[in-house]
């Protein structure tokens, strides 16, 4: 059966100095194709019934869409972290099944018939609910994404890791359908909270770790979700099964799984997340705390270092996401040669307000070596930063937080790799 | 809905048993404890049982495991150690997360009493308090963490929303010279993804 050529092939093809003739481009034929002049299996005989796949997993010619972790990252896998192979996938959807885990505790296992939401503090009425009866409130649905607030942290002192899923993947977007938190405390009744500027509420989730984190009134009762299912079917177990919360724009440890309690409070908790853990320590040694929203962003998805140019020069789309927790992305910029000159890409669509976008830049590569940047600016005027600039501002020890210009070192061969510039 | 004014009538109302199984969050100044105490013996005792197989006899941290002291001033250092003593600002913050969510793997098995013992052990083992220290919900409130005045509320907007909206960028002629200062490859710690294994 017909294969498109490895990647190693096409690497030591590369290496030897051979013509990068690899499958794919039209060009004029000396002798007829095989596979349009002899007739092929799948053109002769049957595929499979619809009774083989009632839940279908990807071809297996696509085994290495997949999440990926790094075992020195952490001390074990259960309080870890791994990676969505946004190097591979288009679009701005991250299919749930290669998108991101980060757990403290591991993912658990939580039967919607067990499951029960507790609303209790400075309330008229504190509550119980089944997940039945968060499926009666009127619901609303929205894309977001969710970043981890520390994707890129390994990135802060240097070039680690050759991958835009490994410096870039601690991220997916999905179609999120739930109630806003507003209705459920509304639902309990604010009235015996009072004026709700300065009041918060704690959210905590049922596994062991329980990940507590205060949020103000303000964003709870703008645009934060209660959700329970994820582009168009339930949650992932490991995604929050049966319910989460959805904190537009801000960082994904605020994004409760499993969520099992809200109390409203007349102030922060200052729980072990945003005291030991999310807070972002400055060059003088004081942190940052409560640094709950994530900068514009962006990265050229490809090239990059897991996905090399496979076809000599010519035509080359360069293609990556940009995203802003502060509003929507109003245009990304390109470079090629490391920032010395730029290029304004084409978003795919409009910016969506704290959802990823993706954006394209045709062009015609002439096979010399390339320096690749993508600059995200966003509907607040925002221009992302360079590493440096962050630098100037930060130091090097604040782990999270690092929305830093990427830059790609792509090759004649085609190859990309993960490298910093001046 | 008769029960509600307003709303949806969905829910009941939560019973006081309910809310104290779950309602367990601590707050700066020991809101939110139980009666309890304990003192440094009775911590290292719980604490050589139950923790140090991760955090080390001495709560040090073993491998890759939590270091929970030490790393007093190094803050500002290239590689500074965050511990309980030298970053952690508020006690109850220990007090509560040890209570909630430790030890890894046997979430919530502790009394009161071990908490406030092993609290008691974590501050010895950082100098904090001499051998002698018993912690409890009327002392709780007087200890003050050494890095408590160490944080600030994210100044974003002023440090750096306000120089890098800037209106038009950069487009051309942004820099004379282009040096690559940095290869992951060189440090090679990516895991071999074997994207490029014969399929």
């Known amino acids: 059966m017909s294969k498109g050529p490895s990647r190693r092939n096409f690497l030591r093809g590369a290496a030897a100095g051979t013509a990068l003739i690899a499958g794919g481009a039209a060009r004029a034929a000396n002798t007829p194709d095989p596979l349009i002049t002899e007739v092929q299996p799948w053109a002769s005989g049957f595929g499979d019934p619809v009774d083989a796949h009632p839940y279908g997993l990807p071809i297996r010619f696509e085994d290495d869409v997949i999440r990926r972790n790094v075992e020195w990252l952490t001390a074990d896998t259960i309080s870890s972290i791994n990676f969505t192979p946004i190097h591979a996938l288009d679009g701005t959807i991250t299919p749930q099944g290669c998108a991101f885990e980060r757990h403290h505790s591991g993912a658990i296992e939580l039967a919607k018939s067990d499951y029960r939401l507790m609303i209790n503090g400075l309330v008229d009425r504190p509550l119980v609910f089944t997940y039945e009866d968060l499926e009666r409130f009127p619901r609303e649905n929205h894309v977001y994404f969710c970043e981890c607030a520390a994707n890129s942290g390994m990135e802060w002192a240097g070039a680690q890791l050759n991958g835009a899923q490994f410096t870039h993947g601690m991220i997916h977007n999905m179609e999120y359908t739930g109630v806003p938190l507003r209705t459920i405390l509304e639902e309990a009744g604010l009235d015996a909270a009072g004026d709700p500027k300065d009041k918060w509420v704690f959210v905590e989730g049922a596994d062991a770790s329980s990940n507590g984190r205060s949020i103000p009134m303000d964003k709870a009762l703008d645009d934060v979700l209660v959700a329970f299912k994820a582009n168009g079917e339930a949650l992932r177990k490991e995604h929050g099964y049966p319910v989460r919360l959805v904190v537009p724009g801000w960082e994904g440890n605020m994004w409760v799984k499993w969520i099992r309690r809200i109390e409203v409070m007349d102030g922060p908790v200052e729980s072990r997340e945003e005291t030991s853990k999310y807070t972002d320590t400055m060059a003088d040694g004081t942190s940052r705390k409560w640094t709950w929203a994530m900068d514009a962003k962006s990265v050229i998805t490809s090239p990059s270092p897991q996905s090399p140019i496979p076809h000599g020069k010519g035509p080359l789309v360069i293609s990556g996401l940009a995203w802003s927790g502060n509003g929507a992305i109003a245009r990304v910029d390109v470079s090629k040669d490391g920032g010395k000159t730029w290029e304004t890409a084409r978003l795919a669509k409009p910016g969506e307000k704290m959802a990823l976008t993706r954006f394209y830049l045709d062009t015609d590569w002439d096979g010399e070596e390339m320096l690749l940047q993508s600059r995200a600016m966003d509907d607040t005027g925002y221009i992302q930063p360079t590493k440096t600039q962050l630098r100037e501002v930060r130091g090097l020890n604040s782990i999270y937080h690092n929305n830093a210009i990427q830059t790609w070192l792509v090759r004649a061969s085609g190859e990309a790799e993960n490298v910093e510039v001046s | ?199």
């Open chain 2, 1 to 199: 809905g008769a029960a509600h004014a307003e709303g949806f009538g969905l829910g009941r109302e939560a019973l006081p048993e309910e809310i104290a199984a779950w309602n367990l969050d601590i707050r700066p100044g020991g809101i939110g404890l139980p009666e309890g105490s304990g003192d440094v013996w009775t911590g290292e005792e719980v604490f050589v049982e139950k923790c140090a197989a991760c955090h080390g006899d001495f709560a040090e941290g073993l491998g890759n495991w939590p270091k929970l002291a030490g790393g007093e001033g190094t803050l500002d250092h290239e590689d500074p150690v965050k511990t309980v003593g030298s970053y952690w600002p508020y006690l109850s913050t220990t007090w509560d997360y040890v209570n909630r969510s430790m030890p890894y793997g046997n979430a919530q098995s502790l009394t009161p009493d071990e908490v406030y013992a092993i609290v008691a052990y974590i501050l010895y083992s950082n100098y904090l308090v001499e051998d002698d220290f018993v912690l409890s919900d009327e002392t709780f409130a007087d200890f003050e963490m050494p890095n408590a005045d160490g944080f600030f509320v994210d100044d974003r907007p002023e440090t750096e929303y306000a120089q890098w909206s800037s209106g038009e960028p950069c487009m051309e002629n942004c820099k004379e010279n282009v040096e690559i200062t940095m290869r992951a490859t060189i440090l090679d710690v990516t895991p071999d993804t074997g994207s490029d294994e014969e399929a």
